[in-house]
């Protein structure tokens, strides 16, 4: 292995040596020599230890043109130019310092910085990328007040966009003109944001509770604009809803979006112009599916959400993210809830949580919600930074409930407008708002790893006593390897054997009715006695998920298909059909008896499930599917993946066949010729529907295949067309209308996407064949992140079957992969590489085999940071 830089520490953490008040920025763009000339008014920090310490600027791939200080050229030896440092020692306390740069759009293939798509220019600065841009103080506690001066060709780039609000513009020689965006609001340059090139606009006005009129617009390439209405309509719901459930408030004339087909992520909420992957603006129902509408909407929000959490209030520092991740995706979801339906939306949160951030939690690149170190930044915006540490404001949710929690988020933005700050000082802002104390509690940021919580529940008949006997323990993580009880809220009832809830009266409390309640587990062992119990009951544990916890309880088989029929709780009842479903695959994995036919309890209670009214279609449709591949892996060992898939593969057949007549009946019930619409009602029903059909595609009958292609045909969205294809995809025969979706779509880059992901997923034999195959169509190009992630990382993450083929081709075609796109794009190679992680958790001879691949990654000369983190944690793991 080489010579790599240094982990930067949490607790290295120093503030600045300047303070930067002001930054004019003007830009000359040109695709392969855009100079950037930067003013920047600077002052010492009063709160640096060292009143002589040199400026020390951050600049990557910047070619230095000249520097002014206060009017007067530097010479040469007035700075010093190191790899990545622009250092100048001798500064007056106060000073002006302009600087002037040259670099190229055009060939920076990184997506972050200044870069050049379709011939239109983006930026992208979050985390460090605006020191590719220009020579800057480039970390989140510098805050300044930018203007930004766009200069252009006009006909090429007619509509010039930046942070804030446009206050000039005007006509220059050479067919040039230039627009001037000045933004009011302090902010840490990794807000900035730049776009110009042929744009068109959806737009529309939207006018705050105070009564500001706010535009409203949505950016996008010519020919899209149509795509745009779900995108503009989210935007104006998250705006009204984060006026009526938190008192927050737009602040600029206007909130843009701007679409972009080349990015690295979902989205960016630069101050006032945020923007985004196409992916998550563009939508009709022929193109789009009903998970795309969705995600479209809580994406927007996300983004606009930000502006509150994490641009007005931001980051001291980046082991600080979660301060803004988790506490924006909270918010997000819950929009999404409120807008939707509460209990799906907090199902596929769980399953999301659990298939992403579980894994990372239990692997080598475990780390508590705010790390410790880093060596790339870029590598923590993580499943544990985002969906962990939003749960972890969840639980502060459940801790002060409703209106605490409201009072804690005004206390926080009285205090905190304005300023860099930590997670400390949002958990402080809560605790001093509600009177509590929150010192155990915050172990959630500092612990990593998955808590265990085991619970034993004892009946006593003579006393009518039910005592559970709760413990806690959390697993050993790199670099820890002692861990202390966390505060856990644990959201319970009891059910009696009618199904009715019990009144839960702790000993020596009165009873005040309630039937769902909160404990606090606070000691790694603790017993709660409910008193009053008249028989035997059934406990529903962690409802709603209370806490990011894997849960034990001794339930007898009987006892879950008892809750999945009558759980309250619509958490608990999918997690009583999730665990039971668990149970028996890992079993069968287990006892390698994949192939005996589904037990007839199962069959009855999913009969039962098909054939009911009084349950939400979406909520059956999550519960009758099987735990995904990843899931079952964490809890295994020694895992031969191919077996793994084969064991579900045959349990979903033989449902399929048991449950033939009430699987047609629900999907000739729920087939309907409505028009697509998309909304929480129909779309539930297209969900159970297509659960349905999945199911059917496992029988190879000519019923099914005319269903199938009848779907195909005449569906007038794409869900339902996508529905089919996935179905014809996994069989003999589907390659036609493989072939048909492509000549449709091929000229709609995010429907083409879709069908690259698709054959990624395929289980018939030479799926990686087809893959390499589809690396040359003319639709897929490794520079393009949706693309790589659409093929690429999807059979390397999903592909169970294919990817761990015993012959470990899977595995050398990931590592190859990697290194190409580490001297493209290394924040993509990265996450790509991270398909390796779970290595040491297979069996020995495919774990001889990835580690070897891990091995060639990182003997490369020349590896990025990125990827070199990466892969060398997955290896540490090994030792
Ligand atoms: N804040 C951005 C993510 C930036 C990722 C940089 N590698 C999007 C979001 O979380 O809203
Ligand atoms: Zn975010």
Not at 29 to 37: D, H, K, S
Not at 467 to 483: D, R
């Amino acid at each position: 292995m080489q010579e790599q830089r240094q982990p930067i520490q949490r607790l290295d953490y120093t503030p600045p040596p300047f303070l930067i008040d002001r930054v004019d920025l003007t830009f000359e763009l040109e695709e392969t020599n855009t100079r950037v000339l930067s003013r920047l008014v600077l002052k010492r920090n009063p709160a640096h230890p060292n009143a002589t310490a040199p400026l020390v600027l951050d600049g990557e791939e910047l070619a230095l043109e000249s520097i002014k200080l206060d009017g007067k050229q530097l010479a040469q030896d007035d700075y010093e130019l190191g790899d990545d440092t622009l250092t100048i020692a001798q500064l007056p306390d106060e000073c002006i310092l302009e600087i002037a740069t040259r670099i190229n759009p055009l060939t920076n293939t990184t997506l972050s910085g200044l870069y050049v798509s379709n011939g239109n220019f983006f930026t992208q600065c979050e985390a460090e990328g605006f020191r590719r841009i220009t020579w800057y103080l480039d970390r989140p506690d510098v805050m300044a007040k930018f203007t930004t001066t766009i200069i252009a060709d006009k006909t090429r780039y007619p509509v010039l966009l930046g942070n804030g609000n446009r206050v000039d513009q005007g006509v220059l020689d050479r067919n040039r003109h230039w627009v001037k965006w000045v933004d009011p609001f302090k902010k840490p340059s990794y807000l900035f944001a730049l776009v110009a090139g042929k744009l068109v606009v959806l737009a529309d006005r939207y006018t705050t509770g105070s009564g500001k009129n706010v535009n409203v617009e949505i950016w996008v390439e010519p020919g899209d604009v149509e795509k745009c209405h779900h995108a503009l309509a989210s935007a104006k719901a998250a705006m009204a809803w984060d006026e009526e459930r938190f008192g927050l408030e737009y602040d600029l004339d206007t909130y843009m979006i701007v679409a972009v087909s080349d990015f690295n992520m979902g989205a960016m909420e630069n101050k006032g112009l945020n923007i985004f992957n196409t992916k998550y603006v563009l939508a009709r129902p022929e193109t789009a599916t009903d998970v795309d509408f969705d995600g479209i909407e809580s994406v927007v929000a996300h983004e606009y959400f930000h502006n509150w959490t994490g641009n007005r209030v931001t980051c001291r520092d980046w082991f600080q993210l979660s301060l803004k991740e988790g506490l924006t995706v909270f918010r997000d979801q819950e929009f999404s809830s409120d807008i939707g339906s509460r209990a799906v939306q907090r199902i596929g949160n769980v399953r999301t949580l659990r298939e992403y951030q579980f894994p990372e939690d239990a692997g080598p690149q475990a780390h508590p919600v705010r790390p410790d170190s880093y060596l790339e930044i870029n590598n923590f915006y993580t499943a544990t930074v985002y969906e962990k540490g939003s749960e972890v404001v969840r639980m502060i949710y459940t801790l002060v409930g409703h209106d605490g929690f409201r009072k804690g988020t005004d206390l926080y933005f009285k205090r905190h407008d304005g300023q860099a700050v930590t997670c400390d000082d949002f958990v402080a802002a809560m605790a001093d708002a509600n009177d509590i104390d929150l010192t155990q509690f915050k172990r959630w940021y500092s612990q990593s790893g998955t808590p265990r919580v085991t619970v034993e529940g004892v009946y006593d008949q003579d006393a009518k006593t039910f005592t559970l006997t709760v413990e806690q323990h959390c697993p050993a993580t790199p670099g820890q390897s002692e861990k202390q009880p966390y505060l856990i809220p644990l959201a319970l009832g009891l059910l009696d054997r009618s199904g009715a809830e019990l009144p839960l009266v702790l000993a020596g409390e009165s009873d005040t009715g309630v039937t769902s309640r909160v404990l606090q587990l606070k000691q790694a062992k603790e017993r709660f006695v409910f008193t009053g119990i008249h028989s035997h009951p059934v406990p529903s544990l962690l409802r709603d998920f209370s806490a990011p916890v894997k849960l034990d309880y001794p339930y007898a088989d009987e006892e879950l298909v008892f809750l999945i029929a009558h759980d309250s709780d619509p958490f608990a009842r999918w997690e009583a059909a999730n665990t039971y479903l668990t149970r028996l695959l890992l079993q069968r994995y287990q006892q390698e008896a994949g192939h005996a036919a589904a037990p007839a309890q199962l069959v009855a209670a999913f009969e039962k499930l098909l054939t009911q009214d009084r349950i939400d279609p979406a909520l059956v449709a999550l519960m009758l599917q099987l735990p995904s591949e990843q899931f079952l892996f964490e809890a295994l060992n020694e895992v031969d993946p191919t077996r793994l898939h084969q064991v579900r593969q045959a349990l979903k057949q033989s449902l399929a066949k048991e449950l033939r007549a009430p699987l047609i009946a629900v999907y000739q019930k729920l087939h309907s010729t409505e028009p697509y619409q998309y909304n929480a009602e129909q779309a539930g029903r297209r969900s159970l529907k297509n659960v349905a059909l999945d199911y059917l595609a496992e029988l190879d009958e000519p019923r099914i295949t005319e269903l199938l292609t009848n779907q195909y045909r005449h569906a007038d969205n794409m869900t339902d067309r996508l529905a089919a294809l996935a179905a014809f995809n996994q069989r003999e025969g589907g390659d036609q209308y493989l072939a048909d979706f492509a000549s449709m779509w091929q000229d709609d880059a995010l429907v083409m996407d879709k069908w690259f992901g698709l054959q990624a997923l395929s289980d018939r034999p030479g799926a990686l064949a087809r893959v390499q195959q589809l690396m040359s169509h003319p639709a897929f190009a490794m520079t393009n992140p949706n693309k790589v992630r659409s093929l690429i990382t999807t059979f390397c993450s999903r592909n169970m079957a294919h990817f761990h083929a015993v012959d470990g081709y899977g595995y050398a075609f990931a590592a190859d992969r990697v290194l190409e796109l580490d001297k493209i794009n290394p924040q993509i190679a990265a996450r790509l590489a991270a398909c390796f992680n779970r290595w040491t958790r297979v069996e020995p001879s495919r774990r001889a085999m990835m580690r070897a691949e891990l091995e060639r990654v990182a003997r490369q000369p020349g590896l990025s940071p990125d990827t070199f983190e990466i892969v060398s944690k997955a290896l540490q793991a090994g030792k």
